[in-house]
C-alpha cells in the first residue's frame, strides 16, 4: 500500500485528509484547476489518473494547497453562509420589485428599501383580488425573513470572532478603510494564513487579481483579470475599494475601531489610505473604467493586506 495519497480540493477533500493523517498516511490535496492535462486525453478511468497522479507528484508538478483546520473550516462555514444569505435578500427583493412592477406599482419618491419606501410597503393595499394581496403580503415577509438571518449570521460571526485563531489578524485590518469587520473576517477565512505567501505579488495572483497575458518574443499582451483565485475574497476586495473614491481621512469610527492597535500597523493603514484614494483619482481621471479602476484599488489593497497580517502575531 502507498504511503502517500492525492486528493481533489473539493468537498470532503479537507475531511478525508485529516483522517488519512490520524492514520499515518502523508496525504497532499491539489487543486483539480493546478493539474496539468494533455489536451488529446480523451481516456478517463481511475486507474489512469492514478498513475498520471503519481507520475506529476513524481516530477514535481503538483502543488498541494494550503489545509484549514477544523476550526478554519467552521469560520468558511459561517462566512459562506452568510454570502449565500445576503444572495437571498436580493433574490426576495426582486421578486417583489418585479411582482408590483408587473401590476403597473412603481416607486417614484427616492431609492428603494429606505425607511420612506419600507412604509409605503406596509401601507400598500391596491390589490383587487385578496390573493394577489396575499402573495404581496408574502413576498414582503420573504424579504423580511432573509434580512433578519443576515442580521442573526452578522452576529455569530461577531461572536466567533474573539475566540478565532485568527482574530487578531482580523482586529488589524479593520484599520484599513472600507475594511470592516464582515470583510475582514470574509477574507481571513477565505485565504487563512496570508503569511504563507512569500511576497504581496503571490498573494494578488492567488486573488485572480493580476492580468492574463499571452506574451511571445518582443510582443506582450497582457488581458482581463485571471479571476483564478477565490472568488468570494476577491469580490470583498472590490467591495471595499469603493470607499476609495474619498479623499483620506481619519473619522471617529475609524479611530474608534484603530485605537487600540499598536502604532506601526496604523501607519499602514493610513498609508494604504493617502495611496489608494490618489490612485483611484489617478485612475478615473485617466479615463479607465469603474470595474478596471477597482479591480487596480482591490489588487494593491491586498499588498497592504498581507503587509498587516506579516506584522500581526496570532493567538496561541
Same mark, same amino acid.
Given at each position: 500500500?502507498?504511503?502517500?495519497?492525492?486528493?481533489?480540493?473539493?468537498?470532503? *477533500?479537507?475531511?478525508?485528509?485529516?483522517?488519512?493523517?490520524?492514520?499515518?498516511?502523508?496525504?497532499?490535496?491539489?487543486?483539480?484547476?493546478?493539474?496539468?492535462?494533455?489536451?488529446?486525453?480523451?481516456?478517463?478511468?481511475?486507474?489512469?489518473?492514478?498513475?498520471?497522479?503519481?507520475?506529476?507528484?513524481?516530477? *514535481?508538478?503538483?502543488?498541494?494547497?494550503?489545509?484549514?483546520?477544523?476550526?478554519?473550516?467552521?469560520?468558511?462555514?459561517?462566512?459562506?453562509?452568510?454570502?449565500?444569505?445576503?444572495?437571498?435578500?436580493?433574490?426576495?427583493?426582486?421578486?417583489?420589485?418585479?411582482?408590483?412592477?408587473?401590476?403597473?406599482?412603481?416607486?417614484?419618491?427616492?431609492?428603494?428599501?429606505?425607511?420612506?419606501?419600507?412604509?409605503?410597503?406596509?401601507?400598500?393595499?391596491?390589490?383587487?383580488?385578496?390573493?394577489?394581496?396575499?402573495?404581496?403580503?408574502?413576498?414582503?415577509?420573504?424579504?423580511?425573513?432573509?434580512?433578519?438571518?443576515?442580521?442573526?449570521?452578522?452576529?455569530?460571526?461577531?461572536?466567533?470572532?474573539?475566540?478565532?485563531?485568527?482574530?487578531?489578524?482580523?482586529?488589524?485590518?479593520?484599520?484599513?478603510?472600507?475594511?470592516?469587520?464582515?470583510?475582514?473576517?470574509?477574507?481571513?477565512?477565505?485565504?487563512?494564513?496570508?503569511?504563507?505567501?512569500?511576497?504581496?505579488?503571490?498573494?494578488?495572483?492567488?486573488?485572480?487579481?493580476?492580468?492574463?497575458?499571452?506574451?511571445?518574443?518582443?510582443?506582450?499582451?497582457?488581458?482581463?483579470?485571471?479571476?483564478?483565485?477565490?472568488?468570494?475574497?476577491?469580490?470583498?476586495?472590490?467591495?471595499?475599494?469603493?470607499?476609495?473614491?474619498?479623499?483620506?481621512?481619519?473619522?471617529?469610527?475609524?479611530?474608534?475601531?484603530?485605537?487600540?492597535?499598536?502604532?506601526?500597523?496604523?501607519?499602514?493603514?493610513?498609508?494604504?489610505?493617502?495611496?489608494?484614494?490618489?490612485?483611484?483619482?489617478?485612475?478615473?481621471?485617466?479615463?479607465?473604467?469603474?470595474?478596471?479602476?477597482?479591480?487596480?484599488?482591490?489588487?494593491?489593497?491586498?499588498?497592504?493586506?498581507?503587509?498587516?497580517?506579516?506584522?500581526?502575531?496570532?493567538?496561541?
Amino acid at each position: 500500500m502507498w504511503d502517500l495519497a492525492y486528493l481533489h480540493a473539493d468537498g470532503p *477533500g479537507y475531511g478525508i485528509h485529516r483522517h488519512l493523517n490520524k492514520l499515518g498516511f502523508e496525504c497532499a490535496v491539489v487543486s483539480p484547476a493546478m493539474i496539468p492535462r494533455k489536451v488529446g486525453d480523451r481516456v478517463k478511468t481511475d486507474r489512469r489518473d492514478a498513475e498520471m497522479l503519481a507520475r506529476l507528484w513524481r516530477a *514535481g508538478e503538483l502543488t498541494p494547497i494550503w489545509i484549514p483546520d477544523e476550526e478554519q473550516e467552521a469560520m468558511r462555514d459561517l462566512i459562506r453562509t452568510r454570502k449565500q444569505a445576503v444572495d437571498a435578500v436580493k433574490v426576495a427583493k426582486q421578486q417583489l420589485l418585479s411582482f408590483l412592477l408587473r401590476h403597473g406599482l412603481r416607486y417614484e419618491n427616492g431609492e428603494y428599501w429606505t425607511q420612506r419606501h419600507r412604509r409605503c410597503l406596509a401601507e400598500l393595499r391596491r390589490f383587487r383580488f385578496s390573493h394577489q394581496q396575499l402573495v404581496f403580503e408574502e413576498l414582503k415577509r420573504a424579504v423580511d425573513q432573509a434580512e433578519e438571518r443576515v442580521s442573526t449570521l452578522d452576529q455569530a460571526i461577531e461572536t466567533a470572532i474573539p475566540d478565532w485563531h485568527f482574530a487578531p489578524v482580523v482586529d488589524a485590518l479593520r484599520t484599513l478603510r472600507g475594511v470592516n469587520t464582515t470583510i475582514a473576517a470574509t477574507v481571513v477565512a477565505e485565504i487563512g494564513d496570508i503569511t504563507r505567501f512569500e511576497n504581496p505579488r503571490q498573494l494578488m495572483s492567488w486573488l485572480g487579481l493580476v492580468p492574463s497575458e499571452h506574451s511571445s518574443g518582443s510582443t506582450v499582451r497582457r488581458g482581463r483579470l485571471t479571476k483564478a483565485g477565490n472568488a468570494l475574497a476577491r469580490t470583498m476586495l472590490v467591495e471595499a475599494g469603493w470607499s476609495y473614491r474619498h479623499p483620506p481621512k481619519e473619522g471617529y469610527p475609524y479611530l474608534k475601531r484603530s485605537a487600540h492597535l499598536p502604532q506601526h500597523i496604523k501607519d499602514i493603514g493610513w498609508k494604504a489610505q493617502t495611496r489608494l484614494c490618489k490612485r483611484y483619482r489617478a485612475l478615473s481621471r485617466a479615463g479607465k473604467p469603474q470595474p478596471r479602476v477597482l479591480a487596480a484599488i482591490a489588487r494593491e489593497l491586498a499588498g497592504f493586506i498581507w503587509d498587516i497580517a506579516r506584522n500581526t502575531p496570532l493567538k496561541a
